[in-house]
């Protein structure tokens, strides 16, 4: 029996802006109202209905919940914080706590305050002491009901939509980066490109703040709270190759610039690290891959690879994210199973992986796709709020409740 670790965590994810509704000071909020993406609106209501979430995640056998608390909610206006926002996401904790759920508290998760881009966002070089400040006040706040606050979530994927893609705010696009993207971003809001090389040369400043910014955010939250864990959530996309060496070469360059380049920065500075993982590219690659409803390969089972990628740093890791769009709930149950067992190889292989949550628990807005991709465990009816657990979720439950692999 290819069982886990006694005291394995399993669960799922959300995140602010994409599930809690009423969200109106972020610059998502601000690119919706221009008509740059779709408008998020109430969302799933979460905010409000948290707790009736919570119990579903308590009755699918869930021990962990990882969830981000809003910045433009905490610190709706520079330096100054909003005492009510922080008492809201106290009364979560405790209803995580209540149900036996151990929280995940991500500090940021994309959306930033309004203030904060009118100031230059992270492309101002003060943007890593804004940050920190930040994330120490919410940890002093808060860290009494939680241990794991990750700081940031996928810097690289933040960076690359805002800075290279263009589909995401910023919106700055470079012109060759349609021959590189794999990813599914929202092509219909992608900024008008730039021929120049600007952007590359922003992004990479950017990458270098951000790197900046969880340091500082590290050190900060030690000062007020040395015993938290603080761990950075990193996106990792798994580059492969066929025998071909100059494709080898090509992934090789591919998983340094993706992944590599940033984790180098700030291993240092981590107790321990997320992985979100979507992505498997092979370089050479002539096999028919079945896709998600994201157009991505189905390749769920390389997550082992992702695993074993991060695990060179050695610190203990746990499975932030990963999930499948899948409208009909078709696929997802297959989904979970291998990419279960490809965590179970991980352990086996050295990998001290901790807690496994899968993304999301509920539908959501993603990102500049609006709601039309269908992640949760939990199917949202948007017009009546009302929430029906998917087949595949009692998979994920037997599994959450055997604490094992399940063929």
Same mark, same amino acid.
């Given at each position: 029996?290819?069982?886990?670790?006694?005291?394995?965590?399993?669960?799922?994810?959300?995140?602010?802006?994409?599930?809690?509704?009423?969200?109106?000071?972020?610059?998502?909020?601000?690119?919706?109202?221009?008509?740059?993406?779709?408008?998020?609106?109430?969302?799933?209501?979460?905010?409000?209905?948290?707790?009736?979430?919570?119990?579903?995640?308590?009755?699918?056998?869930?021990?962990?919940?990882?969830?981000?608390?809003?910045w433009a909610r905490i610190e709706p206006i520079a330096g100054q914080f909003d005492e009510n926002a922080i008492l809201h996401y106290r009364a979560v904790l405790t209803a995580l706590h209540t149900r036996g759920i151990t929280p995940y508290v991500t500090l940021w998760h994309f959306t930033q305050p309004v203030w904060f881009t009118e100031q230059g966002g992270f492309e101002q070089k003060n943007s890593s002491e804004i940050f920190a400040r930040y994330c120490s006040y919410v940890v002093l706040k808060l860290?009494?009901?939680?241990?794991?606050?990750?700081?940031?979530?996928?810097?690289?994927?933040?960076?690359?939509?805002?800075?290279?893609?263009?589909?995401?705010?910023?919106?700055?696009?470079?012109?060759?980066?349609?021959?590189?993207?794999?990813?599914?971003?929202?092509?219909?809001?992608?900024?008008?490109?730039?021929?120049?090389?600007?952007?590359?040369?922003?992004?990479?400043?950017?990458?270098?703040?951000?790197?900046?910014?969880?340091?500082?955010?590290?050190?900060?939250?030690?000062?007020?709270?040395?015993?938290?864990?603080?761990?950075?959530?990193?996106?990792?996309?798994?580059?492969?190759?066929?025998?071909?060496?100059?494709?080898?070469?090509?992934? =090789? %360059?591919? &998983? @340094?610039? /993706?992944?590599?380049?940033?984790? *180098? +920065?700030?291993?240092?500075?981590?107790?321990?690290?997320?992985?979100?993982?979507?992505?498997?590219?092979?370089?050479?690659?002539?096999?028919?891959?079945?896709?998600?409803?994201?157009?991505?390969?189905?390749?769920?089972?390389?997550?082992?690879?992702?695993?074993?990628?991060?695990?060179?740093?050695?610190?203990?890791?746990?499975?932030?994210?990963?999930?499948?769009?899948?409208?009909?709930?078709?696929?997802?149950?297959?989904?979970?199973?291998?990419?279960?067992?490809?965590?179970?190889?991980?352990?086996?292989?050295?990998?001290?992986?901790?807690?496994?949550?899968?993304?999301? =628990? %509920?539908? &959501? @807005?993603? /990102?500049?796709?609006?709601?039309? *991709? +269908?992640?949760?465990?939990?199917?949202?009816?948007?017009?009546?709020?009302?929430?029906?657990?998917?087949?595949?979720?009692?998979?994920?439950?037997?599994?959450?409740?055997?604490?094992?692999?399940?063929?």
């Amino acid at each position: 029996m290819k069982t886990f670790p006694e005291g394995f965590k399993w669960g799922a994810a959300t995140a602010s802006y994409q599930v809690e509704g009423g969200i109106d000071n972020c610059d998502w909020a601000e690119a919706a109202r221009d008509g740059l993406v779709p408008p998020c609106g109430q969302a799933c209501d979460h905010y409000n209905r948290f707790e009736a979430d919570f119990d579903i995640a308590q009755s699918l056998g869930h021990t962990a919940h990882r969830f981000s608390v809003e910045w433009a909610r905490i610190e709706p206006i520079a330096g100054q914080f909003d005492e009510n926002a922080i008492l809201h996401y106290r009364a979560v904790l405790t209803a995580l706590h209540t149900r036996g759920i151990t929280p995940y508290v991500t500090l940021w998760h994309f959306t930033q305050p309004v203030w904060f881009t009118e100031q230059g966002g992270f492309e101002q070089k003060n943007s890593s002491e804004i940050f920190a400040r930040y994330c120490s006040y919410v940890v002093l706040k808060l860290g009494d009901l939680c241990e794991h606050f990750s700081t940031m979530n996928e810097a690289a994927v933040f960076a690359s939509n805002g800075w290279l893609r263009g589909s995401w705010p910023p919106f700055k696009r470079f012109t060759l980066t349609d021959r590189v993207s794999i990813t599914n971003s929202g092509r219909q809001y992608e900024a008008k490109p730039s021929w120049g090389l600007s952007p590359v040369f922003m992004y990479f400043r950017v990458m270098k703040n951000l790197a900046l910014a969880h340091n500082a955010a590290y050190r900060a939250i030690k000062v007020v709270s040395p015993q938290t864990e603080v761990s950075h959530v990193a996106h990792v996309i798994v580059f492969a190759a066929n025998g071909n060496p100059f494709n080898k070469i090509k992934a =090789l %360059l591919a &998983n @340094y610039l /993706w992944t590599h380049c940033l984790m *180098k +920065r700030i291993h240092k500075h981590c107790d321990s690290v997320g992985l979100n993982y979507y992505f498997y590219t092979q370089f050479g690659d002539g096999r028919s891959w079945k896709k998600t409803d994201m157009d991505w390969n189905f390749a769920p089972e390389y997550i082992y690879d992702a695993l074993m990628m991060l695990a060179r740093y050695k610190k203990p890791l746990f499975v932030s994210e990963g999930g499948v769009a899948d409208e009909d709930d078709s696929d997802r149950a297959e989904y979970i199973k291998k990419q279960v067992y490809g965590t179970w190889r991980a352990i086996q292989d050295g990998a001290e992986v901790r807690s496994h949550m899968y993304w999301s =628990l %509920l539908d &959501n @807005y993603e /990102w500049a796709l609006g709601f039309k *991709k +269908r992640f949760g465990l939990v199917e949202v009816n948007y017009e009546t709020l009302e929430r029906s657990i998917r087949p595949s979720a009692y998979v994920y439950k037997k599994i959450c409740e055997e604490n094992r692999v399940v063929e």
